[in-house]
């Protein structure tokens, strides 16, 4: 072999005559090459605290269980639960108490104060004032909260969809993450995701969007949940994305006009919505290149190929977010 | 790219990862079991983001990146306590099994190199980077990749027990 500059080296750039050896290990080896996408988990923020105190408020909020479920006569007072700790009395089932155990099928109503609803061992959810919030099912299955009006700020480390917030409009399914969520009565609202990814899905619709750090989505009562768009968005992209949302004809050629290069998870999530637009998928390969892409395509990426893409669009949208300094 | 990625951009991240986590995957291979290699490359480029900020010269980004991998390769194997001699890893699923034995056995004798060589040619014959690529995505001068190709692709074939004649009868057949 020479380790001198021929132009006719194969093992160097694969230009000249094919070594058959080289081709054959080349060939051989090739099955254990790195070919997966990104697939990051949150990063872990820099909040130890929330961590250390998040395992110290568990341990205290089975403190305060303990002496709750000693206490039966009083309301929310034991059996199955999600333990709460409020600023002042709450109305939890029939009664009033400033803390306790909430029942699987009870409703929370904080009213003029704020509590600490804790999820398990895996999370807690800050409820602010004028909340009122039912406990579905909490098991190791999984946790589910119905959030009929207010805000919510949830923390969960836990694998995700673990945990679900239902609003009347749409389904929140956790996927191991913070967020705030609020709706008024009559379901309409917006989320905020500030770490990792949640899916917003509304059953009636089939419409699942996937929302990661630093992005926001419309929650609508009666409709599919509405793309995210970034943080810092121009207003014009969220016009065109608001069209699109009620459904008018011009409003997906806006959206693409609008959406810049910082603009790729709404691309992405439009064009998992609407598989067939070879526009939409032009525009996501200009903002967001990806090896399913081509820009010489003639035809749509399969479904799946643009699911995938929309994770690595996802994954890189929260591995960025997590180096920005909120 | 760093730059920007560091700067917020996001894109750029994403892009980072899709230029060099073969080079990540390969300096990996070459330490660590197969089975274990594509979780290590999310580990490494978690460790990589949540410390780009300490990053002084961008430029420095590619070695930089591998030196991480490289140790967090060593760690993974201290923890398991498994000399990387006796990894055998490949599972039969990915060539089958007869082609997995095989697979197994270059692996083995790749791993066997001296480590510039080894993590050059894994490269190569692995992750299908050509040398100017692996130059770029390792730092390394293009001279060195090409001599460190050439070099370990000499004791490779010795390894393997394939003869200098046995190359130029398939050259000629």
């Known amino acids: 072999m020479n380790e001198s500059d021929e132009p006719n080296d194969y093992l160097w750039d694969g230009s000249g005559s094919p070594d058959p050896e080289i081709q054959r290990l080349e060939q051989l080896m090739r099955p254990l090459r790195h070919d997966a996408p990104l697939k990051l988990v949150p990063p872990k923020r820099r909040r130890p605290r929330w961590i250390v105190g998040g ?94 009006r207010g805000s919510m700020h949830a923390r969960v480390t836990a694998p995700p969809r673990l945990f679900a917030i239902t609003t009347p409009s749409t389904a929140v399914t956790d996927l191991g993450c913070e967020y705030e969520i609020h709706v008024d009565a009559r379901g309409a609202g917006e989320i905020r995701v500030l770490s990792g990814k949640v899916e917003l899905a509304a059953d009636a619709h089939g419409v699942i969007v996937v929302a990661p750090a630093g992005t926001h989505a419309t929650i609508r009562p009666g409709r599919h949940p509405s793309i995210p768009i970034a ?27 609008a959406a810049t290069e910082s603009d790729a998870i709404t691309i992405a999530n439009l064009a998992v919505l609407e598989p067939a637009n070879l526009a939409v998928q032009r525009r996501l390969g200009e903002i967001a290149p990806n090896r399913a892409w081509s820009a010489a395509a003639v035809a749509p990426v399969a479904t799946d190929a643009l699911g995938a893409w929309r994770e690595d669009v996802v994954a890189a949208q929260i591995a960025i977010d997590a180096l920005i300094d909120h | 790219m760093v730059i920007a990625a ?166 000629v057949g």
């Open chain 1, 55 to 148: 395992a110290v408020a568990v341990a205290a909020a089975a403190a305060i269980a303990i002496v709750w479920l000693a206490r039966p006569d009083k309301p929310c007072s034991g059996g199955e639960g999600m333990v709460f700790t409020g600023t002042g009395e709450l109305s939890c089932g029939d009664g009033r108490v400033a803390s306790g155990v909430l029942p699987i099928g009870s409703t929370i109503d904080t009213g003029t104060h704020e509590a600490d609803l804790q999820i398990a061992t895996i999370g807690v959810a800050h409820l602010g004032p004028d909340t009122r919030v039912r406990l579905d099912a909490t098991s190791r299955a999984g946790h589910n909260l119905f959030l009929e």
């Open chain 1, 231 to 257: 943080n810092g968005a121009s207003d014009a992209l969220a016009a065109a994305v608001a069209a699109y949302d009620r459904g008018e004809a011009t409003a997906i050629a806006a959206v693409i006009a």
């Open chain 2, 6 to 171: 560091r700067a917020g951009d996001r894109l750029a991240f994403a892009e980072l990862y899709r230029r060099f986590s073969r080079a990540v995957h390969g300096v990996i291979l070459a330490r660590a079991p197969f089975r274990d290699a594509a979780d290590l490359v999310q580990d490494v480029f978690a460790l990589a983001l949540a410390r780009l900020p300490q990053l002084a010269q961008a430029e420095a980004f590619p070695g930089w990146l591998l030196a991480i991998a490289r140790n967090r390769a060593i760690d993974h194997l201290r923890v398991k306590k498994l000399p990387i001699e006796d990894v055998d890893d490949v599972p039969s699923e990915t060539s089958g099994v007869r082609a997995s034995i095989e697979v197994q056995r270059v692996l083995t004798a790749l791993r066997a190199l001296p480590d510039a060589y080894r993590e050059t040619l894994i490269l190569r014959l692995v992750e299908g980077l050509t040398g100017p690529e692996i130059a770029a995505q390792t730092g390394l001068a293009p001279g060195s990749v090409r001599v460190n190709l050439h070099r370990g692709m000499k004791l490779l074939r010795e390894k393997l027990g394939i003869t200098d004649e046995e190359v130029s009868d398939e050259r």
